[in-house]
C-alpha cells in the first residue's frame, strides 16, 4: 500500500487495533467459559480430555490478545498518545469492521471455530490453499484494510514513514516490560526498530507469517476445527459446551438477549463490576503509572491476576446459571460500563480501589444469603480480599 499515514491516523489504526483486540479477547473467553470442564457436564474420560484442551487452547489466545492491547497501549503512548481502552457493546455486524464475521458472544461450537477462523484468517493462507470460503472481500471503496494483519501492516507503514526523532515524544522510561504487565513478549517501543518489532510479534502470533501459520491463533483455531469435526463425526449429539445463550445482556439492546432469571442478573452485574475494575488497574498502569513507583507493579499484578483468580470462575459458573426459566444458560456480559478513570495520583487512586473493591465485597456476601442461586458464591468476598492485599503496597 502506499497511503501516507500522519501521527493522528496512526493513533486511529492503533485505536481500532485496541478495540479489535480487547473484543476478541473477550469474544474467545465468554466461548471458553461455555465449555464443559467439570464433572457434572455428563462427558466421557475422553471427551473431559479434548474439552479441557480446548479451553486450555482458547484461554491461551485470549491471553494473547490481552498482550496485543497493552502492546498497543505501548505503541500508542510512544508516539505521544495515551492507551484507548474503549470497544464497542456486543453483538456488532461484521460492518463495523472490515471483516467477514460479525463481532459477538457465543458459545463453543463448529460455527463459532469457523467464526474464530474468519477473524484470524490471513489474506492468503498456505495451510489450506482452498481456504475461499471466507474470503475477505469489501465493495466499500474506502476501506484501507481487509484483515488484522493488513491493520498492522499500515501500522507499520506509517512508524516506517516518519522521522524517527519526530515520531516518538513519548517518555521511554514509562513504557511498561513483561515484568510488570507478566506478559513475556511484551516490547519496550522506544525507537522505530523497537516499534515495528512490536507489530511483527503481533502478526505473527494473530494470523501467522505465510511459512508458519500451525502455531499462531488461526492456526490453533484450524486444528480446534478439525478436531471438532472428528468428534462430531463420531457421535453427532456430542455437545462440549453448555446451552449458554448468544450476547446475554441484563439491560435491554438492539441484537442482545435479556438475562431474566433475578440471581443470574446479579452474578452478571458483579462480573461487569470486576471487569471494569481490572481495566481501571490496568489503565493506569499503562496512562499514568510509572514503573518506578511500587504501586504500577501491585496495580498491574492485581489487573491481570484477577482474571484467572475471580473473572474466570465467575464467567464459567454463568454459562452454567439459568438465564431464564426455560433449558438456556446465561454467560458474562463483557458490559464495559461508564466509569471514570482512575487519579493520576498514586496515593488518590490507590484509596479509589481499595473503596471499590470493599463495595463489591459487601455485595458479594450480600450474594452468599440469597436462595434463588444456583451456585455457591461463597469463595468470592475471600478473593475480593486476596485482591485487595494485592494492591497494597508498604
Given amino acids: 500500500m502506499s497511503v501516507r499515514i500522519t501521527r493522528n491516523q496512526i493513533f486511529s489504526l492503533l485505536s481500532e487495533a485496541c478495540e479489535f483486540e480487547h473484543s476478541l479477547a473477550c469474544a474467545y473467553l465468554y466461548s471458553a467459559f461455555s465449555l464443559k470442564q467439570g464433572p457434572d457436564g455428563k462427558l466421557d474420560w475422553r471427551e473431559q480430555q479434548i474439552v479441557r484442551y480446548w479451553a486450555g487452547q482458547i484461554y491461551f489466545v485470549a491471553s494473547q490478545e490481552m498482550l496485543h492491547l497493552a502492546q498497543a497501549w505501548n505503541l500508542l503512548t510512544a508516539i505521544g498518545g495515551t492507551p484507548y481502552f474503549m470497544r464497542p457493546a456486543f453483538p456488532q455486524p461484521k460492518g463495523y469492521w472490515p471483516l467477514p464475521a460479525a463481532l459477538t458472544l457465543q458459545r463453543f461450537s463448529l460455527p463459532t471455530v469457523e467464526r474464530f477462523l474468519q477473524w484470524e484468517a490471513p489474506i492468503e493462507s498456505t495451510l489450506r490453499k482452498d481456504f475461499t470460503r471466507w474470503e475477505h472481500e469489501t465493495t466499500e471503496p474506502d476501506v484501507l484494510f481487509r484483515s488484522v494483519g493488513q491493520l498492522y501492516d499500515l501500522i507499520a507503514e506509517g512508524i516506517e514513514a516518519m522521522p524517527e526523532g519526530d515520531l516518538f515524544l513519548g ?31 503481533v502478526q505473527h502470533q494473530g494470523e501467522g507469517i505465510k511459512t508458519d501459520r500451525e502455531d499462531s491463533h488461526f492456526g490453533i483455531f484450524y486444528q480446534m476445527h478439525g478436531e471438532l469435526q472428528e468428534m462430531l ?16 445482556t441484563t439491560r435491554l439492546r438492539p441484537g442482545a438477549n435479556l438475562v ?34 511500587a504501586q504500577t507493579a501491585a496495580f498491574a499484578k492485581a489487573g491481570i491476576g484477577v482474571m484467572p483468580v475471580i473473572l474466570k470462575p465467575l464467567g464459567e459458573m454463568l454459562a452454567r446459571m439459568p438465564s431464564a426459566d ?21 496515593g488518590v487512586a490507590l484509596r479509589l480501589v481499595l473503596e471499590r473493591i470493599d463495595e463489591l465485597k459487601s455485595v458479594a456476601e450480600q450474594l452468599q444469603q440469597r436462595a434463588d442461586l444456583s451456585e455457591d458464591l461463597n469463595w468470592l468476598p475471600g478473593r475480593l480480599g486476596w485482591l485487595q492485599q494485592l494492591i497494597r503496597v508498604s
Avoid at 519496550?188 to 518489532?197: C, F, L
Avoid at 446479579?266 to 503509572?289: C, K, Q, S, T
Fill in 326 to 346: 426455560g433449558q438456556a444458560t446465561a454467560g458474562a456480559a463483557f458490559a464495559l460500563q461508564r466509569h471514570v478513570p482512575l487519579a493520576s495520583d498514586p
Fill in 233 to 248: 463425526r463420531a457421535d453427532p449429539s456430542f455437545e462440549p459446551a453448555y446451552p449458554a445463550i448468544d450476547n446475554p
Fill in 171 to 201: 517518555d521511554p522510561t514509562l513504557q511498561i516490560g513483561p515484568e510488570f504487565a507478566d506478559f513475556p513478549d511484551l516490547v519496550r517501543v522506544t525507537d522505530k526498530a523497537s516499534a515495528i518489532e512490536a507489530v511483527r510479534r
Fill in 260 to 293: 431474566t432469571n433475578p440471581g443470574t442478573r446479579e452474578v452478571m452485574v458483579m462480573f461487569n463490576d470486576i471487569y471494569v475494575l481490572a481495566m481501571r488497574l490496568l489503565g493506569w498502569v499503562f496512562g499514568p503509572g510509572s514503573p518506578a513507583h
